[in-house]
Structures are given as C-alpha cells and as structure tokens.
C-alpha cells in the first residue's frame, strides 16, 4: 500500500504543478523521502506575489512536517499530510493542534487501476478539445485556460480535455494529465443545472478509457467526502486521505 500511495502523491504533484503552470511554472521538488514542496519558479520581478507554498508529507510526523515547510517555503503554505487507508488519525490531529495548526480540509486519495473501463453512453455527446477556437470557448466559460496549446490535438499529448456542450451552452468538462503510464484526472466539472443525470460519470469513464487506449493503466484523484461515496461506482478504491493544514497564523517562510 505504500508504494500504491508514493505513486500516487508523485502523480498528484505532477497533475498540480502541471495545470499551475499554465501562466508561470510551478514546480515539485523533493525535500525529503518524506516530503515534496509544490511552488512557484523563480520570478524576474523579486517583489512580485507569489503563490502559496504547498507541502505534501507522507511517512513524517506532523511535527516534521511543519518543521520542513516552514524552513523551505517562500512565504504562506500549507501542509498536505497523507495517512493510508485504515490508520487512525486521531494523533495526528492531536499534535497538529498543539502545533497551532488549523485543519482546512480533508480529501480521499483514489486510484483506478481497472485493464478496461467501458465509457458511459450520455445524453448529450462529448467532444475532445482539438483545436484553438474550442480551446479558447472553455478558458472563457472557466474565466481560465484549461490547456496549453501543444496539448490541442497532439496524439502524444501530456493534458487532454473533454467537453460537453447544449448548443453554445458549456456543460461540463474533464480532463487527464499522463505520467508515464498513470494520469491525473483534473477539473472535473458539470453544470448545476444538468448534475444527476450521470454526465460526470460519462465524463470520467470517456476520459479513462481514452487513457487505456493510449496506454495508461492508472488513474489518479482527489476526492471530497461525496465523491469519496460515489467514484467507487466507476472503479475507483481510496489509497488514503489527505489532511490539509493552515500553519499558526503568523508562521510563514522566509
């Protein structure tokens, strides 16, 4: 299970640092076996913001923990503290207490490593992006880019994205990030209006088995609470939880 959950994290800072990259790099570095830090690259302007720090720990103690984030980040951070599946965490909350350290969140960490995965049939077709002007119609519903042009139509693509529309109306959209033979499942999103109707499933399993056609044998995400409940209908089993951390306030790198 340790090793599922390392591959894991690695596929997850690969995804993140990835999608946060789109209009200055974001970097994964390991501190520590234990500890990888996701920030932001150099700046040419040294007085330009940066943004916050993450540290995913896995295998430490959350005092360990605290203590490389704060000696290594540039500014605000968080800590992202993963336990497998099963163990208790009532400790772990104990000492992040007495550290000073509020509990933001929690997310279940979730793979799909099933040879096949039958695509869900949906209402509504679903379309690839493949080309600038579908590219550019998404960033404007997202009020972001949601992929880089070298990814638009390229069959050895690192990032694909699926869309599905009601005429010029944007819907809901997904999105897979390869690392070698696992990927990422990113921005998973269906409008409120058209939710319950299994269009993010018809979503999810287009994109994965997608992914077993160009070679991809594992699927990786973060799940809330809700999530959590329902992914395992399309494949999906929890490795662990992730447990994100605000530091005491005042507490910031260097």
């Known amino acids: 299970m340790t090793d599922r959950i390392e591959a894991a994290i690695s596929t997850f800072a690969g995804g993140?640092?990835?999608?946060?990259?789109?209009?200055?790099?974001?970097?994964?570095?390991?501190?520590?076996?234990q500890?990888?830090?996701?920030?932001?690259?150099p700046r040419s302007n040294p007085n330009a913001d940066v943004r916050r720090d993450e540290f995913v720990c896995f295998g430490c103690s959350p005092s360990e923990a605290l203590?490389?984030?704060?000696?290594?980040?540039k500014g605000k951070f968080a800590v992202c503290f993963v336990l497998?599946?099963?163990?208790?965490?009532?400790?772990?909350r104990k000492e992040f207490k007495l550290l000073g350290c509020r509990l933001g969140a929690t997310e279940a960490f979730m793979e799909n490593d099933s040879p096949q995965?039958?695509?869900?049939?949906?209402?509504?077709?679903?379309?690839?992006?493949?080309?600038?002007?579908?590219?550019?119609?998404?960033?404007?519903?997202?009020?972001?880019?949601?992929?880089?042009?070298?990814?638009?139509?390229n069959e050895n693509a690192i990032h694909r994205v699926?869309?599905?529309?009601?005429?010029?109306?944007?819907?809901?959209?997904?999105?897979?990030?390869?690392?070698?033979?696992?990927?990422?499942?990113?921005?998973?999103?269906?409008?409120?209006?058209?939710?319950r109707k299994g269009l993010g499933t018809a979503l999810m399993t287009r994109v994965m088995a997608d992914d077993r056609t160009f070679g991809i044998t594992n699927n990786v995400l973060l799940a809330s609470h809700s999530g959590a409940m329902l992914y395992p209908q399309i494949g999906f089993r929890q490795l662990g939880t992730l447990y994100i951390y605000n530091p005491p306030k005042g507490l910031r790198g260097m």
Do not use: M
């Open 16 to 33: 993140w640092s990835y999608t946060r990259s789109f209009t200055h790099p974001y970097i994964a570095t390991r501190l520590t076996p």
């Open 35 to 41: 500890v990888l830090q996701l920030h932001d690259g």
């Open 67 to 73: 203590e490389a984030a704060a000696s290594a980040a």
């Open 84 to 92: 497998p599946l099963g163990a208790d965490d009532a400790e772990v």
């Open 117 to 153: 995965i039958d695509a869900t049939e949906p209402i509504i077709p679903i379309v690839r992006i493949a080309d600038q002007s579908h590219a550019d119609a998404i960033g404007k519903a997202w009020r972001r880019k949601q992929i880089l042009s070298r990814d638009i139509g």
């Open 162 to 195: 699926y869309t599905i529309h009601n005429g010029d109306k944007f819907i809901g959209s997904c999105g897979s990030i390869r690392f070698g033979n696992t990927s990422w499942i990113s921005s998973l999103y269906v409008d409120a209006e058209y939710r």
